[in-house]
């Protein structure tokens, strides 16, 4: 049976039928589309660029820009790297769990937001560091963290 993300991901990828060596460019399409490239998209792109499954499946699990999961409307990238780790990123981690019902590589279950950890952002004298989406929030602790989540939270309702 044909899925409805099926057929749009056939529809765009269409540029690239046949072309086995723009598969990342056709994924990366799908992806700027759907927000994610579902298992149906990467059975449809595999079909219409012209590549086995599972060459798709080893590209898209390869690259870590691409996610075979749906994201929320806002990132955390919580910095994992030495400064922000001594400073109680751990911390940190434990507050969004308990605000956010979801830890590393998760998305809460309303959609607002997807967790990310990363490695150093540049701004470890602001340790712990977390970036959500474009704005870095530094000197967190448990409390502030929360407080900035139910902030976001309420403004995205
Ligand atoms: S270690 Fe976290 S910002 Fe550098």
């Given at each position: 049976?044909?899925?409805?993300t099926?057929?749009?991901?056939?529809?765009?990828?269409?540029?690239?039928?046949?072309?086995?060596?723009?598969?990342?460019q056709?994924?990366?399409?799908?992806q700027?589309?759907?927000?994610?490239?579902?298992?149906?998209a990467?059975?449809?792109?595999?079909?219409?660029?012209g590549?086995?499954?599972?060459?798709?499946?080893?590209v898209?699990t390869?690259?870590h820009?691409?996610?075979?999961?749906?994201?929320?409307?806002?990132t955390?990238?919580?910095?994992?790297?030495?400064?922000?780790?001594?400073?109680?990123?751990?911390?940190?981690l434990?507050?969004?769990?308990?605000?956010?019902g979801?830890?590393?590589?998760?998305t809460?279950?309303?959609?607002?937001?997807?967790?990310?950890?990363?490695?150093?952002?540049?701004?470890?004298?602001?340790?712990?560091?977390?970036?959500?989406?474009?704005?870095?929030?530094?000197?967190?602790?448990?409390?502030?963290?929360?407080?900035?989540?139910?902030?976001?939270?309420?403004?995205?309702?």
């Amino acid at each position: 049976m044909t899925t409805s993300t099926e057929t749009r991901a056939a529809e765009l990828t269409k540029p690239y039928t046949g072309r086995p060596a723009e598969l990342i460019q056709a994924l990366h399409r799908v992806q700027t589309e759907l927000g994610y490239i579902p298992e149906a998209a990467q059975a449809a792109v595999a079909e219409t660029v012209g590549v086995p499954l599972s060459q798709v499946r080893g590209v898209v699990t390869f690259y870590h820009f691409f996610r075979t999961t749906p994201v929320g409307r806002h990132t955390l990238r919580l910095c994992l790297g030495t400064a922000c780790h001594v400073r109680g990123a751990e911390l940190v981690l434990k507050a969004i769990r308990e605000e956010l019902g979801v830890g590393l590589g998760g998305t809460s279950a309303d959609g607002v937001f997807t967790v990310e950890g990363v490695r150093c952002l540049g701004a470890c004298g602001l340790a712990p560091v977390l970036m959500i989406d474009e704005e870095v929030y530094g000197k967190l602790d448990p409390k502030k963290t929360k407080r900035i989540l139910r902030g976001i939270r309420e403004n995205a309702k």
